[in-house]
């Protein structure tokens, strides 16, 4: 990726004209210049749009989502999030129901604009060519839910190593055209869970995203870009769907699921408490939209509200939550796969690093080899002395033993030592016989370690001579080299000498 900006999520603001049912209503909402909005005279907030109801679809895509859509053809990610009551407008501002065919809402609109944009690039750039792509999930009481793919398939939310948010097992439909892609939203949006409460007849209660996946090649370089339209299911709270059994619970896990985004905004955009842990884990809707919010995404957040008094208390939730999210700063960057020349740079970069563990690693049996030979020197010095004292000791043997042969042919009268005890019975003899034995088999000990400490170097010599490059993952071989065991025998060898 290249290009790294920081980008803060836009927060717009829609509020749908009153209803049939509410025109008895009095507003709660003003609207006053520079995108300022207040709620029944006194709490007053600003936002990046406002848009008032008389505001149209095509206003609504011109202002805030055409931006999006050419920062998406530029490569970057991008995502829209629809929150707000049921029956704030969410789905008619999205367009992903299927009721809205006349006065089209966002993604329909996209998309058309989308593909226009792609044929006009194809026509002016050479060996341009692009793959449209798009997925439509649904989020109902924590189940993953493919709207396109097959029922039943596992679906879950991995980090890539890069830290990317992937979908895996979530079904990829290629589109050609316009009226294709509109096919597959249309298939969707019918699979998607309805299901009526007091609120809106026909309320989502589960959360939608559609998303759009574009690929465009040219000149050897691959850009990826990702578009997630996120229908958030209603935020009001429990109590006002008046919903008993599977729909109040179904409004405890859309409100647990809102509270946990809601979390999440409030830890990103509060930089004044520096909260390190954003909670994305605590729900499934913030795993999945953990690339939306704080990550590598442009990200437009549309509150949809109800301008009618009987609302007033879901509005201004709607308006304070919209809020938090105006401070919330993503890091953006180009979604550009790599070309043949960094992945030769990659290459070089990776073989200079072999090369550098290699010599490392060279340098390592240098020094065991270094501490081989000095081990080896000492042995052999070791060796010497233990002939030499050998030696001595066989000479006096000898002369013990001449002595003794004289004596028993009565040339010599015996040996008597002081104590009167015959010289062959002495103790001193039978400890020079001790002695001899051990020193005899220390000697073949230590003849045997040389012999070791010679073979195994040999080795080495031979190891290095015939395989000189070894793979960076390959461990240096361990050199057992019994120092104690040596350091202890000459210790005991002193010891003797200073006997004899
Ligand atoms: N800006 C708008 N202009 C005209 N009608 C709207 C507008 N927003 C919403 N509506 C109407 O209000 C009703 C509820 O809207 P909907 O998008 O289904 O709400 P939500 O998805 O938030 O539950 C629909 O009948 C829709 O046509
Ligand atoms: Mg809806």
């Not at 990103?268 to 842990?277: A, F, I, M, P, Q």
Request: net charge neutral; aromatic share 6%.
């Amino acid at each position: 990726m290249t290009g790294t900006s920081t980008s803060s999520v836009r927060v717009a603001v829609r509020v749908r004209p009153l209803t049939e049912q509410e025109r008895q209503q009095q507003m709660s909402i003003t609207f006053q210049p520079n995108n300022q909005i207040s709620v029944s005279g006194d709490k007053s907030f600003t936002f990046d749009y406002v848009y008032p109801p008389h505001s149209d679809q095509q206003e609504v895509f011109n202002t805030c989502v055409i931006p999006l859509l050419n920062k998406f053809l530029e490569g970057y990610n991008s995502t829209i999030l629809a929150y707000g009551q049921t029956g704030s407008g969410k789905t008619y501002s999205m367009g992903i129901g299927i009721e809205y065919t006349t006065n089209e809402g966002i993604v329909p609109r996209f998309v058309h604009s989308l593909f226009q944009q792609l044929h006009h690039k194809q026509s002016l750039l050479d060996s341009f060519s692009f793959q449209v792509s798009v997925s439509f999930l649904e989020l109902h009481q924590e189940d993953l839910v493919d709207l396109l793919g097959d029922k039943g398939f596992n679906l879950t939310i991995r980090e890539d190593t890069h830290g990317n948010i992937c979908w895996a097992g979530v079904k990829e439909e290629v589109v050609c055209d316009p009226k294709e892609l509109m096919s597959f939203l249309r298939k969707g949006s019918i699979a998607r869970t309805t299901a009526s409460t007091d609120m809106n007849h026909n309320s989502s209660r589960s959360h939608a995203i559609f998303s759009v996946v574009l690929r465009q090649f040219h000149q050897n370089k691959k850009l990826v870009s990702k578009f997630h339209f996120v229908d958030l299911a209603g935020s009001e709270r429990l109590k006002r769907t008046n919903a008993v059994g599977d729909r109040a619970r179904e409004g405890i896990s859309i409100n647990s699921g809102l509270l946990a985004l809601g979390n999440v905004i409030s830890a990103l955009g509060d930089e004044s408490r520096r909260v390190s842990h954003i909670p994305y884990r605590d729900s499934k809707l913030t795993r999945l939209l953990q690339d939306s919010l704080g990550g590598n995404s442009q990200t437009l957040m549309l509150a949809c509200a109800s301008p009618a008094d009987i609302n007033v208390t879901e509005t201004l939730n709607t308006l304070k939550y919209a809020n938090r999210a105006r401070n919330i700063r993503n890091r953006v960057a180009v979604n550009q796969e790599m070309g043949e020349t960094e992945k030769l740079k990659q290459t070089i970069t990776r073989l200079k690093e072999e090369i550098r563990s290699n010599d490392d690693f060279l340098h390592a049996v240098n020094n065991e080899m270094d501490a081989l030979k000095r081990e080896v020197q000492v042995l052999s010095t070791t060796l010497q002395q233990k002939s030499i004292e050998l030696a001595c000791v066989k000479c006096e043997r000898d002369q013990y033993k001449h002595q003794l042969m004289a004596d028993d042919h009565g040339l010599i009268p015996p040996m008597m030592d002081d104590d009167q005890t015959l010289v062959n019975d002495h103790p001193l003899m039978t400890e020079y016989a001790q002695i001899i034995e051990s020193l005899k088999i220390e000697l073949l000990q230590t003849q045997e370690k040389l012999k070791l400490s010679q073979e195994r170097q040999h080795d080495d010599d031979e190891t290095l001579v015939g395989s000189p490059c070894h793979s960076s993952n390959q461990c240096p071989p361990v050199y057992v080299s019994d120092k104690t065991s040596s350091n202890k025998k000459r210790h005991r060898v002193g010891r003797r000498s200073n006997f004899s």
